[in-house]
């Protein structure tokens, strides 16, 4: 319980990550979760950030809907890799979040480097 009333981000971040109440337990899901995606919060954008260590930018598919991200991971080329890697780079995981409300989904930017995908949406 948050001593000092509801914070917004903490709200955003519930929304965000699918939890329903104040406690940080309860809307972060997982470990993984919690080291391959960010939510940051700035005075006019939102800033979504999801790591995928060893992908290429065409391996990355962002889908946008009214209130909905899906992405989808897909590598090919893995001849030559370690088995245990390449098993772990083929598993094709969609992430799908639900939208923070605050989100405009009409306009968004997105950029990709170093595995680190940036997307970056007006605020309502």
Request: no cysteine; hydrophobic share 35%; charged share 35%.
């Amino acid at each position: 319980m948050n001593p000092f009333g509801d914070d917004p981000f903490e709200r955003l971040a519930r929304e965000f990550f699918g939890g329903n109440n104040s406690s940080d337990d309860e809307f972060i899901q997982t470990e993984q979760e919690v080291k391959s995606l960010d939510l940051i919060e700035g005075k006019d954008h939102v800033y979504l950030i999801f790591e995928f260590p060893g992908f290429k930018e065409s391996e990355v598919n962002v889908e946008i809907s009214r209130d909905e991200i899906i992405i989808v991971t897909s590598r090919k080329g893995l001849e030559g890799e370690e088995e245990y890697i390449s098993q772990k780079l083929a598993a094709t995981n969609p992430i799908r979040k639900k939208l923070p409300s605050i989100i405009k989904t009409k306009n968004y930017s997105k950029t990709f480097r170093n595995g680190v995908l940036e997307i970056v949406f007006d605020k309502k």
